[in-house]
């Protein structure tokens, strides 16, 4: 199968080597030569630690590297029989590569976009054959992270949806198909991870670490919410946020935080610029100079922390199965192999009990009486029905 792989940046190289190692012939274009230089070193780099580690030999590593040929001209990816863009997060501008893309692929080429919050349906509108276009979202870094997001239009055909979800599984990933809505599953459902966390802060309730320290020691999460937002970025997360806010009409749900925002706008984006919510030295470790003091950890303390936090989290996750954004096996799977949550929300739901849920959720909303915690209709009728997810 013919790859074609437009930008050669982190998640462009990421998907091109997926392609390469399932065997497929892949071409990457890029229009900067440089970008393409340091993709190619950055490959050689990566598999010869994946020697070193045992996972692949000097043959296998050949073998990837020949199915890779490196581009800088869209009419090279004429031959492809699936496409793949992996470009800025601007419509203006994926919309012009897509129709110019169109005018060199065959009439059967499917045309992907990895796009994590744009939509497909405005993407797909720039072609000629909008039937084609799919969205493939694939997870930061891609060769290791197992989930793909793929998203129809509703111009897009079954036929070319079936397509797209077959390579994605041969290319032995996990698949999670999504309605065509802000954010789709992960950046949707995840917000509430970071956007509660912040709230926790800002009323004063505790500090980064000792938010960080309630849903890791409590929920078995590998990062808090302040270590991951720095991981990501200040400025890349309150984009999201920002962007999935104003997509679902300023729903409150989403509503970013004006300490995300100064972050971003001081320039403190976490790991990349040396100080987030946390400092940093040159090699990225966080530097460790606040301590996590004992009356701060108190059971009582952490239990109001994570349980304010998971419960949000599981309403996000109840919403979008209500809104049938995806079902309920995929929405958890995405969750736990999208973004490496210890369990899949819905499951966790079940466990802590519907009515656990509906009533804490009640709680917050009697205690603010905002809508940002009205709790999902699902929820409601599952407790009354007493029935649970799974």
């Given at each position: 199968?013919?790859?074609?792989?437009?930008?050669?940046?982190?998640?462009?190289?990421?998907?091109?080597?997926?392609?390469?190692t399932?065997?497929?012939?892949?071409?990457?274009?890029?229009?900067?030569?440089?970008?393409?230089?340091?993709?190619?070193?950055?490959?050689?780099?990566?598999?010869?630690?994946?020697?070193?580690?045992?996972?692949?030999?000097?043959?296998?590593?050949?073998?990837?590297?020949g199915?890779?040929?490196?581009?800088?001209?869209?009419?090279?990816?004429?031959?492809?029989?699936l496409?793949?863009?992996?470009?800025i997060?601007?419509?203006?501008?994926?919309?012009?590569?897509?129709?110019?893309?169109?005018?060199?692929?065959?009439?059967?080429?499917?045309?992907?976009?990895n796009?994590?919050?744009?939509?497909?349906?405005?993407?797909?509108?720039?072609?000629?054959?909008?039937?084609?276009?799919?969205?493939?979202h694939?997870f930061n870094?891609?060769?290791?992270?197992?989930l793909?997001?793929?998203?129809?239009?509703?111009?897009?055909?079954?036929?070319?949806?079936e397509k797209?979800?077959?390579?994605?599984?041969?290319?032995?990933?996990?698949v999670?198909?999504?309605?065509?809505?802000?954010?789709?599953i992960?950046?949707?459902?995840?917000?509430?991870?970071?956007?509660?966390?912040?709230?926790?802060?800002?009323?004063?309730?505790?500090?980064?670490a000792t938010i960080?320290?309630?849903?890791?020691?409590?929920?078995?999460?590998?990062?808090?919410?302040?270590?991951?937002m720095?991981?990501?970025?200040?400025?890349?997360?309150?984009?999201?946020?920002?962007?999935?806010?104003?997509?679902?009409?300023f729903?409150p749900?989403?509503?970013?935080?004006f300490?995300?925002?100064?972050?971003?706008?001081?320039?403190?984006?976490?790991?990349?610029?040396g100080?987030?919510?946390?400092?940093?030295?040159a090699?990225?470790?966080?530097?460790?100079?606040?301590?996590?003091?004992?009356?701060?950890?108190?059971?009582?303390?952490?239990?109001?922390?994570?349980?304010?936090?998971?419960?949000?989290?599981?309403?996000?996750?109840?919403d979008?199965l209500?809104l049938?954004?995806?079902?309920?096996?995929?929405?958890?799977?995405?969750?736990t192999?999208?973004?490496?949550?210890?369990?899949g929300?819905?499951?966790?739901?079940?466990?802590?009990?519907i009515?656990?849920?509906?009533s804490?959720?009640?709680?917050?909303?009697?205690?603010?009486?905002?809508?940002?915690?009205r709790?999902?209709?699902?929820?409601?009728?599952?407790n009354?029905?007493n029935?649970?997810f799974?």
């Amino acid at each position: 199968m013919n790859i074609g792989i437009i930008g050669s940046g982190t998640m462009g190289s990421g998907i091109a080597q997926v392609a390469a190692t399932a065997g497929c012939t892949v071409k990457l274009y890029d229009t900067n030569q440089a970008a393409l230089d340091k993709a190619k070193a950055s490959l050689e780099k990566i598999l010869n630690r994946l020697i070193e580690k045992g996972r692949i030999n000097t043959e296998e590593k050949n073998r990837i590297q020949g199915n890779i040929q490196y581009v800088d001209s869209l009419k090279d990816l004429g031959d492809s029989n699936l496409t793949i863009e992996a470009i800025i997060e601007n419509l203006e501008i994926k919309q012009k590569v897509f129709s110019e893309l169109e005018t060199y692929v065959s009439e059967d080429c499917i045309i992907a976009s990895n796009t994590s919050s744009l939509s497909i349906a405005s993407i797909a509108a720039s072609l000629q054959k909008p039937e084609r276009c799919v969205g493939i979202h694939f997870f930061n870094p891609a060769p290791l992270m197992k989930l793909v997001e793929v998203i129809p239009a509703i111009q897009t055909s079954k036929e070319v949806l079936e397509k797209a979800i077959q390579t994605i599984k041969d290319w032995k990933k996990v698949v999670a198909v999504a309605k065509d809505t802000p954010g789709f599953i992960v950046n949707r459902v995840a917000r509430p991870f970071y956007g509660e966390a912040l709230r926790i802060y800002e009323e004063g309730i505790a500090d980064f670490a000792t938010i960080d320290h309630s849903l890791k020691s409590l929920g078995g999460f590998r990062m808090g919410p302040f270590e991951l937002m720095d991981f990501i970025g200040n400025d890349v997360n309150y984009t999201v946020t920002e962007t999935v806010f104003t997509a679902f009409y300023f729903d409150p749900r989403y509503k970013p935080a004006f300490t995300q925002k100064r972050f971003a706008e001081a320039g403190y984006l976490g790991r990349k610029s040396g100080k987030g919510f946390y400092d940093y030295d040159a090699n990225g470790r966080k530097i460790e100079r606040t301590s996590v003091s004992s009356s701060a950890v108190e059971t009582s303390i952490s239990e109001t922390i994570f349980n304010r936090v998971i419960v949000m989290l599981i309403n996000e996750a109840a919403d979008a199965l209500f809104l049938n954004i995806a079902s309920a096996e995929d929405i958890d799977n995405a969750m736990t192999k999208g973004v490496n949550y210890p369990k899949g929300l819905l499951a966790w739901a079940d466990e802590k009990g519907i009515d656990w849920c509906v009533s804490k959720l009640d709680d917050l909303y009697n205690e603010y009486h905002e809508d940002r915690y009205r709790c999902s209709p699902l929820l409601r009728k599952l407790n009354r029905e007493n029935r649970t997810f799974f």
